[in-house]
């Protein structure tokens, strides 16, 4: 392993793999845990992850993303979400550059959800390279995996129950033996056969059209109060 503490001769030498970039935040954490909490935590999940693949560069965790979250307390930082996708694509085409085409990106923070969109696009610009997550299911965990997220039963019968008549048939079933990350990875247009991921042949219009009625009074009523609630807590928008 490799760090910003090795040298650059030292860094050469080693001629590794993997990269690893943790991302971490400052941002509040109540009374009684520092701001730096979500980058410590990122700085020393990284540190193990690369003892345990030894030959890689471990980069130290990025203490600013986005938190705007937070903001309305002390001693948070933030970076915009377009921001925080820049600075990763930046650190990607270095590590690119120097001959790393593999790269592992992992989050203490939930908040920073740009980082899964980034992913993908970085991997659909630059197919040279392969951007991966830390984490998801292994091969052995079937029972993991997702079953129905695309063009499945679930979509597939709910446009038999609003627009049948553009339902042409039903694509065969296809659930891929691993998680739903690997489409920020390949495209479903290599994850799956026909780009369903899910059972069609399962579609069941009529308890759908009962989930969807029950969905859109659900929403109206949070909809409603949301706003209400709002109007409280800050007072009417501004005309």
């Not at 553009?166 to 780009?195: C, H, M």
């Not at 042949?201 to 709002?230: C, M, N």
Request: hydrophobic residues 40%.
């Amino acid at each position: 392993m490799v760090t910003v503490y090795s040298t650059s001769k030292e860094i050469a030498d080693a001629n590794p793999e993997i990269a690893i970039l943790p991302v971490g935040a400052l941002e509040q954490h109540g009374d009684h845990l520092p701001v730096a909490t979500d980058w410590l935590r990122a700085d020393d999940m990284g540190r193990r992850i690369a003892e345990g693949l030894g030959n890689c560069y471990l980069l130290p965790a990025l203490a600013y993303a986005n938190s705007q979250e937070h903001m309305d307390m002390a001693g948070t930082i933030t970076l915009r979400p377009s921001t925080l996708a820049l600075v990763v694509e930046d650190i990607v085409l270095s590590l690119r550059h120097h001959g790393i085409r593999r790269i592992v990106i992992f989050t203490t923070h939930g908040g920073n959800w740009v980082l899964k969109p980034t992913i993908r696009d970085l991997n659909f610009r630059y197919p040279d390279i392969r951007i991966i997550h830390a984490d998801g299911p292994l091969l052995a965990e079937r029972d993991k995996m997702p079953r129905d997220i695309h063009s499945g039963a679930g979509e597939t019968a709910a446009m038999l129950a609003t627009h049948p008549d553009l339902v042409k048939g039903r694509s065969p079933d296809d659930s891929p033996p691993f998680g739903q990350e690997w489409n920020d990875y390949v495209g479903y247009g290599t994850s799956t056969e026909t780009g369903v991921w899910g059972e069609p042949s399962k579609a069941d219009p009529e308890a759908v059209e009962q989930g969807i009625e029950a969905a859109v009074e659900h929403r109206v009523a949070y909809i409603r109060e949301t706003f209400a609630r709002l109007d409280e807590m800050l007072g009417p928008p501004a005309e």
